[in-house]
């Protein structure tokens, strides 16, 4: 009962924990143990109380004693907490071990002062086996609170267990379905045995991984030489001075146990190399850890009659390996340059390797061996610029040979070594030694040339270590894989009606026909086929389908072994790429890095088109990563080009144009980030024959428009022919329609290099009058370019000055047209028009410019009315902010709607019944709050509410009241009210009083605020006020006078015109007159 009311809320009753207090308190634990919760919670077949089990196993370890807990960790208890964890793997599944692991992880940390319970803990939690696999995992992260004594005891325990199976002293267990199998293998104890010793060599692993800071360095030690000699060393007669031979194996080690060893000493090496204490991967002493592993291993070598290697060494093995040390020796008088550091740790890595595979590695090390004598015997150069010196020694290569070789294996501390061995000897790279780099990267010949480097598959390994994980998964959902088996089975019936082919099909008519199966027009009259013809039919039949078979069989196999090079050809591509990187980030101001552009671009190209696997989708993004953050935004770049410069400038015109015939836009961009990033090279870089050459070209020219000036004259960057070629790229962009390049392209072009613009930007307002796209495109890069800083330092104020006037005229001829939009891209050529036209007015009125608005002014307010009529179709709201944004820049306002107007004005055609159903769904009458006046305001008969004060409704209050016969109505046709006049109103001289408000009321007329023409007896004021606007295509007369327009024309000044200044002198004026 207590265990169902917590299934939810996964904690343990009060009750259940007073209950074990009670029974230790009174000493009647064992009785409570074992009656209580093995014989009745457990015996209930209900998960809840078997939780509850669990839950008082874990709240009781901090309460026992050590013999309490040998008698809790060895009963029923633990075992049904051991089939649960192996069970319960599905998704869905609820999982108890997290749970358990954060009671052990409080009772380790609790007891740090009692080491024998700890010990006694993790031991028994170790030895919870199903069929000799332990259920916790390998990585225990509780681990990492045990005390050094309990740790120290602990890994004795695990090398004891590793030499000497005690498989009685474990907990062990099979499932329901391990239990129905028929197979005999899986319960022999040689089984049992080998996934014990798997299990403990990763689990001595794991802890030097998670503990390696807190370890003392001479338990390290014992788990690095265990591993070391258990992998590579077998014991013929023990003897003192090498302890791991005085502890001789119970269970022989199997072949399969040994390479996993291998695999854990390994990883434990690639642990120690990159995870220190003092300094990287090294030990108190100063010397790496690989350094000792090697004297170890050594000091067995040299005991050949005690020990004795695995795989047997030949003389010319023993004498690479001792040709290895006298070349350690002499780098230790190298040991204050990083460079032998580096080859240390190479020539280390390499001499470890010929342990495991001496014929592979015997070559491999005499040629590390000779590079490094000659890269540490040639004398270091002054300048970077000698990389591309031909007579340049060649160890480069043949060392960078020897790195390609190594990242094709599958190891990542391989990896790890290539990267810091290549980033010491990058500086001495030679052109050929890069392109046996991009010889790799680039598909064309990688895919041709596999036999320079054989990539090899870890794929055993990985079944190695995955192998008894996948037979219980199989095990444990036989009913899954059975579906994925039909599934299967389906796929394949398909596969296989796919590749019958034509010759099968004649083949089988020829069975058929010999046999007399097909028959002909006289098959009625003939008898049927005996018995012996048709077993014989069956035979040729069934010897024709299994040689069918086998041809379909082979083609699958030569399919699957196609798709597995290919991804290991990837693969490798991937860690070949980590050169690439190395390269260009520790030697940017290397000329050879220019060298890379093209072929990451190919990669880029050719991923982009087929990322479909994992392994395309990875190599893409970082070689994406490394050309776009690496490479074209480095800080550093190459500043001596020597004769480079005219190669660049054609690799620049090429990459433009490449850009402009991608399929898409994201492919264009990498080009075109080249070009730029070339670009930045080119104006970098400062060469005498590259300015004598563009002086004459300069001298030879008749426009001395383009002529460089400034840091420009001294640059290599050729200003004519980049404009040339970036203009035809903007005319291709703004006149294509599906031009792969984009604005942010033309953007980024005029941010980085806005020497430019001087040529480019004549072109943007040449098409801003053009068809409908280029006008748009180019409005959208004007609005954007015309607010940058640097764009408007390469301009001189009268050139700006002219370039600004140039900008307004064309988008006044474009505003001609405003408000007559039909389609959608009429629609848009209108906003991106106005929306220039507001950033126009922004720049100038930041640059203090004038400039002459009248014809502006003239054409905005003819096409007022033609806005008015298009005011209800879709998008036309943000035409009209924009429009009166411009409006209100130019000193006329925008007209007031009274929302109150339209709140008291009764629909004429709304019936009863609509105002019934208005009225559903409010609060009842007895809900509603009482009005203290009653309405008996009535609105008038002509559907406007009453201009006077006194036919107003009484609810309103007095201030109220008041401001509403201060306020006029706004005009509906869009004109400025009294307080803010329109600029075509005639100016009202200061002498001339102005109107009070009661008197303006009685003057107005119900019809002017619906629009209607004025009553006859309505002043000529109020009529000059409504024709103030003037007709639809009449530009030819403007509505200011001739004094306005003088002023216009000459002190027009943005957000301070003499039209505003003229309105404002006005609405001060009725101000004044409207104060008592």
Same mark, same amino acid.
């Given at each position: 009962?207590a ?12 009750i259940?924990?007073?209950l ?18 093995e ?5 209930? =077949?209900?998960?809840?109380?078997s &939780? ?13 004693t050590?013999?309490q807990?040998h008698?809790?960790m ?6 049904? &907490?051991g089939e ?19 009671y052990v992880?409080t ?5 740090q002062d009692?080491p ?24 225990w ?7 050094p004594?309990?740790?120290q005891?602990? @890994? ?11 498989? /009685?002293?474990?907990v062990?267990?099979?499932t329901?379905?391990q ?10 104890p040689?089984?049992?045995v ?6 403990i ?8 991984d998670?503990?390696?800071?807190e370890m ?8 690095a ?5 258990h ?5 013929? #007669?023990?003897?003192s001075?090498i ?10 080690l199997?072949?399969?146990?040994r390479?996993a @060893?291998?695999?854990a000493f390994?990883?434990l ?6 995870? !220190?204490?003092?300094?990287?991967g090294?030990?108190?002493g100063?010397?790496?850890?690989? &350094?000792?592993?090697v004297?170890f ?15 047997p060494?030949?003389?010319? =093995?023993?004498q690479?390996?001792d040709?290895?040390l ?12 990083? %460079?032998a *550091?580096?080859?240390?740790h190479?020539l280390?890595l ?5 342990l ?19 890269s ?8 970077r610029t000698?990389?591309i ?10 060392l ?14 391989m990896?790890?070594?290539a ?6 000897i ?8 890069l392109?046996?780099?991009l010889?790799v ?5 990688s895919e041709?040339e596999?036999d ?8 055993? +390994?990985?079944?190695?270590?995955g ?10 959902? %036989? ?6 088996e039909?599934?299967g ?9 796919g590749?019958?082919?034509q ?7 020829t ?19 005996g ?5 014989a039919?069956d ?11 086998l041809?379909?069989?082979?083609r699958?196999d ?9 991804a290991?050809?990837?693969d ?6 980590d050169?690439v ?11 050879l ?6 072929p990451?671009?190919?990669i880029?190209? %050719?991923?982009?088109?087929?990322s ?13 990563r ?7 935004r480095?800080?550093r &770049? ?12 054609a690799?620049? +015109?090429r990459l433009?144009q ?5 399929? /898409?836009?994201?492919?264009?961009l ?9 670009l ?13 050459e563009?002086?004459?070209?300069q001298k030879?020219g ?15 960057l /050729?200003?004519?022919l ?6 035809? *790229?903007l ?9 792969p390049?984009?604005v ?8 980085r290099?806005?020497?430019l ?6 072109i ?10 280029p ?6 890069l ?16 009268p ?6 006037g ?8 474009n505003?001609?047209?405003?408000g ?7 629609h ?12 126009? !007015? ?7 410019l004038?400039?002459?608005?009248t014809?502006l ?12 009529q ?8 943000r ?6 944004q ?15 107007d ?9 019936s009863?019944?609509s105002?019934?159903?208005?009225k ?21 008969e002509?559907?406007?509410?009453a ?22 109505p ?19 001289s ?11 009321k #009685?003057n107005q ?22 024709k103030?606007?003037?007709?639809k ?7 200011l006078s ?6 216009a024309?000459?002190?027009? @000044?943005?957000r301070s ?5 003229s ?14």
């Amino acid at each position: 009962m207590a265990a169902s009311s917590v299934k939810k809320d996964r904690k343990l009753p009060a009750i259940a924990l007073d209950l074990l207090r009670l029974a230790l308190k009174e000493d009647k634990f064992p009785r409570f143990w074992k009656e209580v919760v093995e014989q009745g919670l457990l015996k209930m =077949q209900f998960w809840p109380a078997s &939780y509850l089990c669990f839950r008082l196993l874990g709240a009781a370890l901090p309460l026992l004693t050590k013999e309490q807990l040998h008698l809790v960790m060895q009963g029923d208890v633990i075992r049904h &907490y051991g089939e649960h964890v192996c069970t319960a793997k599905l998704p869905k599944q609820f999982k108890f071990a997290p749970e358990m692991d954060d009671y052990v992880g409080t009772f380790l940390e609790g007891c740090q002062d009692d080491p024998e319970r700890q010990l006694a803990v993790l031991v028994a939690f170790s030895s919870v086996t199903n069929q000799g696999l332990p259920v916790t995992p390998t990585f225990w992260r509780v681990v990492r609170f045990l005390s050094p004594p309990a740790l120290q005891g602990y @890994v004795a325990w695990l090398r004891a267990m590793f030499l000497q199976p005690d498989l /009685d002293s474990l907990v062990d267990f099979s499932t329901n379905n391990q239990k129905k199998a028929q197979d005999s293998s899986l319960h022999m104890p040689e089984r049992a045995v080998f996934r014990l010793r798997k299990w403990i060599i990763f689990r001595l692993v794991s802890i030097v991984d998670s503990l390696h800071l807190e370890m003392e360095e001479a338990l390290t030690e014992q788990v690095a030489r265990f591993c070391l000699f258990h992998s590579f060393f077998v014991t013929k #007669k023990p003897t003192s001075q090498i302890p791991e031979t005085k502890h001789p194996f119970s269970f022989p080690l199997e072949n399969q146990a040994r390479e996993a @060893v291998s695999s854990a000493f390994f990883s434990l090496l690639q642990t120690l190399s990159t995870q !220190f204490k003092q300094a990287p991967g090294q030990t108190q002493g100063g010397q790496p850890w690989t &350094y000792h592993l090697v004297q170890f291993a050594d000091l067995l070598l040299n005991h050949s009659h005690n020990v004795t290697t695995v795989t047997p060494f030949t003389a010319q =093995q023993r004498q690479a390996w001792d040709r290895m040390l006298q070349t350690l020796k002499e780098l230790e008088a190298h040991s204050a340059e990083a %460079r032998a *550091a580096a080859f240390q740790h190479l020539l280390l890595l390499v001499g470890i390797h010929l342990l495991k595979s001496p014929a592979e590695s015997c070559d491999l090390l005499g040629d590390i061996q000779t590079c490094i004598r000659k890269s540490l015997g040639e004398k270091p150069r002054r300048s970077r610029t000698k990389t591309i010196d031909p007579q340049e020694p060649p160890w480069v290569e043949v060392l960078v040979e020897i790195l390609l070789a190594l990242l094709a294996q599958p190891s990542h501390l391989m990896r790890q070594v290539a990267r810091s061995v290549f980033g010491h000897i990058c500086s001495h790279l030679t052109p050929r030694a890069l392109q046996l780099i991009l010889d790799v990267l680039n598909p064309e010949t990688s895919e041709d040339e596999n036999d320079r480097v054989v990539v090899t598959d870890d794929s055993d +390994e990985r079944r190695l270590k995955g192998a008894e994980d996948k037979s219980e998964e199989g095990e444990d959902n %036989r009913s899954s894989e059975s579906e994925e088996e039909s599934e299967g089975e389906e796929s394949e019936e398909e596969e296989r009606d796919g590749d019958v082919d034509q010759g099968f099909r004649e083949q089988l008519m020829t069975v058929l026909q010999a046999g007399k199966a097909l028959g002909g027009e006289d098959s009625e009259n003939e008898e049927e086929l005996g018995d012996e013809a048709m077993m014989a039919l069956d035979q040729s039949l069934a010897s024709l389908f299994a040689e069918q078979k086998l041809r379909i069989q082979a083609r699958r196999d030569e399919k699957n072994k196609l798709q597995k090079e290919k991804a290991l050809r990837r693969d490798f591509q991937i860690r070949v790429l980590d050169l690439v990187e190395v390269l260009v980030t520790k030697q940017p101001e290397n000329a050879l890095v220019l060298e890379l552009l093209e072929p990451l671009l190919s990669i880029i190209r %050719r991923s982009l088109r087929s990322s479909s696997s994992k392994q395309e989708q990875d190599l893409l993004h970082k070689t994406a990563r490394i050309f776009t953050h690496h490479l074209c935004r480095a800080r550093r &770049y190459c500043h001596d080009l020597g004769e480079r410069a005219g190669a660049l400038h054609a690799q620049v +015109e090429r990459l433009v144009q490449q850009a402009g015939r991608q399929p /898409d836009s994201p492919t264009a961009l990498y080009h075109f980030n080249a070009s730029l990033y070339l670009l930045r090279v080119l104006k970098g870089n400062t060469a005498e024959g590259c300015v004598h050459e563009t002086q004459e070209k300069q001298k030879a020219g008749t426009d001395p428009s383009h002529m460089p000036t400034g840091p420009q004259a001294a640059s290599c960057l /050729d200003l004519n022919l980049v404009t040339r070629v970036y203009s035809t *790229a903007l005319s291709s962009f703004l006149t294509k329609r599906n031009s792969p390049l984009t604005v942010p392209m033309f953007l980024s072009l005029f941010s980085r290099h806005p020497v430019l613009c001087q040529s480019l930007l004549p072109i943007l307002v040449q098409h801003i009058t053009g068809p409908v796209r280029p006008r748009h495109q180019a409005c959208l890069l004007l609005q954007k370019t015309l607010s940058m800083r640097e764009v408007r330092s390469c301009f001189e104020d009268p050139e700006w000055k002219q370039l600004m006037g140039q900008v307004l005229a064309k988008v006044t001829e474009n505003l001609r047209v405003l408000g007559e939009a039909q389609t959608k891209a009429q629609h848009q050529q209108a906003l991106s028009s106005l929306e220039l036209l507001n950033v126009l !007015f922004r720049t100038c009125k930041h640059e203090k410019l004038t400039l002459d608005l009248t014809v502006l002014l003239g054409v905005l307010q003819g096409q007022q009315q033609s806005l008015q009529q298009g005011a209800h179709s879709t998008g036309s709201s943000r035409l009209h902010d924009l429009y009166w944004q411009a409006m209100k820049t130019l000193g006329v306002q925008r007209p007031k709607l009274e929302k109150k107007d339209a709140k008291e004005i009764p629909s004429a055609t709304q019936s009863p019944i609509s105002k019934k159903r208005k009225k559903k769904g409010f609060l009842p009458e007895t809900k509603k709050r009482k009005k203290r006046k009653s309405e008996d305001g009535t609105p008038a008969e002509d559907g406007t509410p009453a201009a006077t004060g006194g036919s107003q409704p009484p609810s309103m209050g007095r201030k109220k009241r008041n401001r509403t016969k201060a306020k006029v109505p706004a005009q509906a046709n869009g004109t400025p009210t009294t307080k803010s006049p329109a600029p075509g109103a005639p100016t009202r001289s200061p002498s001339t009083p102005a109107k009070s408000p009661k008197l303006q009321k #009685k003057n107005q007329k119900p019809s002017q605020v619906n629009g209607a023409p004025g009553s006859p007896t309505e002043p000529a004021g109020q009529k000059q006020h409504q024709k103030a606007l003037p007709k639809k295509g009449v530009l030819g007369k403007s509505p200011l006078s001739a004094l306005a327009r003088k002023k216009a024309r000459l002190s027009l @000044v943005i957000r301070s015109p003499s039209l505003l200044q003229s309105g404002a002198k006005k609405k001060a004026q009725v101000r004044k007159a409207g104060k008592p």
